[in-house]
Each structure stands twice: as structure tokens, then as C-alpha cells.
């Protein structure tokens, strides 16, 4: 049994990966953007802000340190405490060439694990994302190998960044508690059941239960719900135990028919949804506590 948690954190997904700006004009893009949606989202409450980079020319995704870099600093020459949450997710996608399904087909960003996690080793956030899924996602393919997670979950480590593990279906529960069990992974855990991507778990109540009883008692969750299930989701987690998240990479609709003007609107309408259930928002210091980060280290630390 699980019970409703007395503080929840709100976690802001500013930008994403797969967010497109002919989706919505209000997606943040450029460093600035990104470090501005980030703070605008501390000031609605959000106690973590989850990053993706994009290059400001296209916005479209980007692996760029530099970019990383700017952002984080941006945002801590205003706010030392907000929690730090920096994905490692960009360089796991397949698309096999029609030809030959062997060789990689355009759209492929697969690369090298090291490297999905070079940032995370350079700048050292408190939180890095670990997505542990291999599935059709849409149209593609994602690949996470057992192998490769435990090499980026090693330099996370290294980093002295926690991981947060992102679980699309069951079967990233299964393995999560192999490594575990191996020691490539510490209790207690930090992971989010993401909800309503295109071909992983499906959006419902049944769902985050069923998912929340196969983790380890003492894990924390977020339960995550992709477009229209991004607000049922909060309260869905809420009520199960969990911490919530919203914001432009999850969804861009903030009302049906009715484009979110912002990511910090997003985290206003999470909180009232929580407030209105009974809820109480933990701030970016009790979150550090309640996710066992170090308040004082990360406020002291420069990056290098
Ligand atoms: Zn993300």
C-alpha cells in the first residue's frame, strides 16, 4: 500500500525532444528561452525542471554541450536551488533503411552510450534521465540495450548526478530491477511511469496502479502522461502515491482546443489540481530532501 504523498514536487518539462514549433509558437528554443521557461516555471511552483537543448537556428533537438552549458548557467545566476533534471534520451533512435534493415535508415541518431552521456559528465546536474526502453515509438525505433544503459547509468554515477529511470513498459520495470540487483542502479530508485507514448504503457488509472505495485517499495515515482492524458495524469499520481510532471515536451494543449501559452501556466494548472485534491507543493529545497539531493553541494557548486 502506498499513500498519498504530504508534499508533492511538480517537475516541468520545458521543451522535449519531440515538441515541434509548428506545433506551438510558444516552445522555448534558445538557450535563453529554455533558462527563461525553466525559471517562469520555479516561479509557478515547479521544484524541478526537466532540460532538452535545441539549436536555435532549427529548433529542432540538439546534443550540444555548449548549449547545456548556457542554459544551467543562465539559471543558476538566478536560482541556486531549483532542481536540475538533464536528459540523456537524444541518441537512441533506429530507423532502419528500407534496403537493408541492417544499416541505418535517415532519421537514425543512434550513437555510442558514452556519448548520450557526455554532457551529464561535463556538467554534473542533480538529476539525469535514464531511459531503460527499447520499443516502437511512433514511427521509429528506439533502442536502449541492457549494455548500454548500465554504461551511461555508470557515468551518471560518476557524475554524482542521481538517475532518474524513465519506464515506458513493463519490461523496463523488469529490467530496472535487474540492475539492481547487479548493482549498476541504487535504492532507493527515482523513476517516472510514462504514460501514452505511441506503443509503450497506455494511459489509465489501471496502468500507473499496475506499475507503481511492480517497483520497489521504497521508490519514488512520477507518473507522466503524453497530449491529453498530461493533467488526468497529475491527479492519477497524486492519488497513487506519486509526484506529478507537466509541460510543453508531454503536451502542448493546456484546455482541449486551447495551446498552453507557456510552461509555467502548465505547472499553475498542476498545482491547482493538487491543491484542489488536498495536496501540498513541496518547494525546490524540501524536493531536494524528499529526492536525498544535497542542498548545500549543489548550491556551492561551480560548473566547470
Ligand atoms: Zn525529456
Same mark, same amino acid.
Given at each position: 500500500m502506498r499513500a498519498i504523498l504530504p508534499k508533492t514536487i511538480i517537475t516541468c518539462a520545458v521543451t522535449g525532444n519531440l515538441t515541434t514549433i509548428e506545433q506551438t509558437p510558444h516552445l522555448p528554443v534558445t538557450p535563453e528561452q529554455i533558462s527563461d521557461a525553466c525559471l517562469a516555471a520555479a516561479e509557478a511552483s515547479a521544484a524541478v525542471v526537466h532540460i532538452h537543448v535545441r539549436? +536555435? #537556428?532549427?529548433a529542432k533537438p540538439s546534443m550540444e554541450l555548449e548549449y547545456y552549458r548556457d542554459v544551467i548557467e543562465r539559471i543558476r545566476a538566478k536560482n541556486t536551488q531549483l532542481v536540475l533534471n538533464v536528459t540523456?534520451? +537524444?541518441?537512441g533512435r533506429f530507423v532502419p533503411s528500407i534496403?537493408? +534493415?541492417?544499416v541505418a535508415g535517415p532519421g537514425t541518431t543512434l550513437i555510442a552510450p558514452e556519448k548520450r552521456v557526455a554532457h551529464i559528465a561535463a556538467l554534473k546536474p542533480d538529476i539525469a534521465t535514464l531511459d531503460l526502453n527499447t520499443m516502437n515509438s511512433g514511427k521509429e525505433v528506439v533502442i536502449n540495450t541492457p549494455r548500454n544503459v548500465r554504461v551511461m547509468a555508470e557515468i551518471i554515477r560518476a557524475a554524482g548526478a542521481k538517475p532518474e529511470i524513465e519506464l515506458f513498459d513493463s519490461g523496463d520495470i523488469a529490467l530496472m530491477q535487474d540492475m539492481l540487483k547487479d548493482g549498476s542502479l541504487e535504492a532507493p530508485i527515482l523513476c517516472s511511469v510514462v504514460m501514452g507514448v505511441k506503443y509503450g504503457f497506455q494511459p489509465s488509472p489501471e496502468t500507473l496502479l499496475y506499475a507503481r505495485n511492480l517497483l520497489p517499495a521504497d521508490a519514488t515515482f512520477t507518473g507522466i502522461g503524453i497530449g491529453r492524458f498530461a493533467f488526468p495524469a497529475v491527479a492519477q499520481s497524486y492519488l497513487a502515491g506519486g509526484h506529478v510532471r507537466v509541460g510543453l515536451e508531454d503536451?502542448?494543449?493546456?484546455? #482541449?482546443?486551447?495551446?498552453? +501559452?507557456s510552461n509555467a501556466a502548465m505547472v499553475e494548472k498542476a498545482r491547482r489540481i493538487l491543491e484542489d485534491l488536498g495536496g501540498q507543493i513541496a518547494n525546490a529545497t524540501e524536493a531536494r530532501e524528499i529526492l536525498g539531493l544535497s542542498a548545500r553541494a549543489t548550491a556551492a557548486r561551480r560548473i566547470a
Open positions: 539549436d +536555435p #537556428k532549427t540523456t534520451g +537524444p541518441g534496403e537493408d +534493415p541492417r503536451s502542448v494543449m493546456i484546455d #482541449k482546443g486551447t495551446l498552453a +501559452p
